[in-house]
């Protein structure tokens, strides 16, 4: 039997993407047992990847090669800036977070790369490569919420864990990750190396997002580190 696209790039990097989606920092979000410093880091964090995020959606929306696809697009575009962007707002003021830690965090390794790998999908002007990128994204973040929490059996009490749960498994966003995959699957091919290895390194900066959580210091912005030899 034929596996399908997306089905197929999964496979191939299951192991950075099943440490990913049991990431102790999920399991500890879902149990309520999630250190507030640790959310907060993450957040702050999680915020300035939108940009990106915004970035990419925006280039997926100018080459998408159907009238629909853009319609689609442009609605979650619209959730985003809504829903998602209210919820990182109200944990900011619960967690006092400052506008200069927002206007000028520190960026962990992890950020850099996630951040280069999307701005440099933006330059490709691929539809299909900007649509491998957001369904790892997305599908990587639905998994964990279904699969940790039983498919919504067991759930956190804390607004602040439950809140994360919600934008991340609720129909519309379900919905949404079934378009990003169907997309996949018509765009790309099994076969295609190059989509392929931008699905499997978006994979990559997904689990090392989670690890630098844990890591407490950022570094500068113009350091000019080596973030990792998966550099784009
Ligand atoms: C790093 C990262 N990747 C994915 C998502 C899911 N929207 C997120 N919030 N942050």
């Given at each position: 039997?034929?596996?399908?696209?997306?089905?197929?790039?999964?496979?191939?990097?299951?192991?950075?993407?099943?440490?990913?989606?049991?990431?102790?920092?999920?399991?500890?979000?879902?149990?309520?047992?999630?250190a507030?410093?640790?959310?907060r880091?993450?957040?702050?964090?999680?915020?300035?990847y939108?940009?990106?995020?915004?970035?990419?959606?925006?280039?997926?929306?100018?080459?998408?090669?159907?009238?629909?696809?853009?319609?689609?697009?442009?609605?979650?575009?619209?959730?985003?800036?809504?829903?998602?962007?209210?919820?990182?707002?109200?944990?900011?003021?619960?967690?006092?977070?400052?506008?200069?830690?927002?206007?000028?965090?520190?960026l962990?390794?992890?950020?850099?790369?996630?951040?280069?790998?999307?701005?440099?999908?933006?330059?490709?002007?691929?539809?299909?490569?900007?649509?491998?990128?957001?369904?790892?994204?997305?599908?990587?973040?639905?998994?964990?919420?279904?699969?940790?929490?039983?498919?919504?059996?067991?759930?956190?009490?804390?607004?602040?864990?439950?809140?994360?749960?919600?934008?991340?498994?609720?129909?519309?966003?379900?919905?949404?990750?079934?378009?990003?995959?169907?997309?996949?699957?018509?765009?790309?091919?099994?076969?295609?190396?190059?989509?392929?290895?931008?699905?499997?390194?978006?994979?990559?900066?997904?689990?090392?997002?989670f690890?630098?959580?844990?890591?407490?210091?950022?570094?500068?912005?113009?350091?000019?580190?080596?973030?990792?030899?998966?550099d784009?």
């Amino acid at each position: 039997m034929t596996m399908h696209v997306y089905e197929s790039y999964r496979t191939a990097c299951k192991n950075e993407w099943n440490a990913a989606v049991n990431h102790r920092f999920n399991q500890e979000l879902v149990a309520d047992t999630l250190a507030d410093d640790v959310l907060r880091r993450y957040l702050i964090q999680d915020w300035q990847y939108t940009s990106g995020f915004y970035s990419l959606l925006g280039q997926a929306i100018a080459s998408a090669d159907l009238l629909s696809s853009k319609i689609r697009l442009s609605r979650q575009l619209g959730f985003i800036s809504n829903d998602e962007d209210t919820y990182f707002h109200d944990r900011f003021e619960q967690f006092n977070v400052s506008h200069a830690e927002l206007d000028n965090p520190q960026l962990t390794p992890s950020s850099l790369g996630i951040t280069k790998l999307y701005a440099d999908t933006v330059q490709t002007r691929s539809y299909a490569d900007a649509i491998a990128v957001l369904c790892v994204a997305e599908s990587l973040y639905l998994d964990w919420a279904q699969t940790l929490t039983n498919e919504g059996r067991n759930v956190p009490r804390k607004e602040q864990n439950l809140g994360w749960i919600r934008v991340h498994r609720d129909a519309g966003f379900k919905n949404w990750v079934d378009f990003l995959i169907q997309e996949l699957n018509r765009l790309g091919s099994p076969n295609n190396e190059e989509l392929k290895s931008r699905f499997a390194r978006a994979v990559h900066w997904e689990l090392a997002f989670f690890d630098d959580a844990y890591r407490g210091i950022g570094i500068p912005q113009d350091s000019g580190a080596i973030i990792s030899n998966h550099d784009s």
